[in-house]
């Protein structure tokens, strides 16, 4: 089969649930976090800038994110 010619470690964000976290931080409703992608932040890089970018001309993203947000973890 042949050997590895290169390779490389790469650490990724994962949150408890494995799930996306999309929320404002509770005590700044102007800082929009996007983290816990465990990995698959890539593939979704298009539909979650355009969320970022949503959010930073204060407009409502057209899917609900509440499912997203960090109240799931109180």
Do not use: N, W
């Amino acid at each position: 089969v042949g050997v590895c010619l290169h390779g490389e470690a790469c650490s990724y964000d994962m949150s408890p649930d494995e799930d996306f976290i999309i929320d404002t931080l509770p005590d700044c409703d102007r800082l929009m976090v996007i983290s816990g992608l465990s990995g698959h932040g890539f593939k979704f890089a298009s539909a979650l800038g355009e969320i970022a970018a949503l959010f930073a001309q204060d407009k409502a993203p057209p899917v609900d994110l509440s499912s997203f947000g960090l109240k799931r973890f109180s």
